[in-house]
Nanobody, 119 residues
Framework: QVQLVESGGGLVQAGGSLRLSCTASGTRIFNAYDMDWYRQAPGKERDLVASINNIDNTNYAESVKGRFTISRDNAKNMVYLQMNSLKPEDTAVYYC????????????WGQGTQVTVSS
């Protein structure tokens, strides 16, 4: 069972930056997981923000391209989301998700971290 814990959220003014971290435990094969960041604003669906697969290919939602960067450190079992030029519409709870890249494709979610961007 993989456990994911997000951190780094908070309150920031528009134009500012935050770096989210997600720490995985309970696995010795973190490098075999595709890692995603999702976000969910009040009253809205949970949407994919960024993903990085087990061979470091990345993808981003159009709304965050050029502002957000996803990265991973397999030695530390961590994935990061660097968020720059933040906008009020980026306000949401941000969730980390791990998906095994082969076989069962088991998926695990973290509890989320709140990001609030003030105008």
């Amino acid at each position: 069972q993989v456990q994911l814990v997000e951190s780094g959220g908070g309150l920031v003014q528009a134009g500012g930056s935050l770096r989210l971290s997600c720490t995985a435990s309970g696995t010795r094969i973190f490098n075999a997981y595709d890692m995603d960041w999702y976000r969910q604003a009040p009253g809205k669906e949970r949407d994919l923000v960024a993903s990085i697969n087990n061979i470091d290919n990345t993808n981003y939602a159009e709304s965050v391209k050029g502002r957000f960067t996803i990265s991973r450190d397999n030695a530390k079992n961590m994935v990061y989301l660097q968020m720059n030029s933040l906008k009020p519409e980026d306000t949401a709870v941000y969730y980390c998700k791990a998906v095994l890249s082969y076989g069962s494709r088991s998926a695990y979610w973290g509890q989320g971290t709140q990001v609030t961007v003030s105008s």
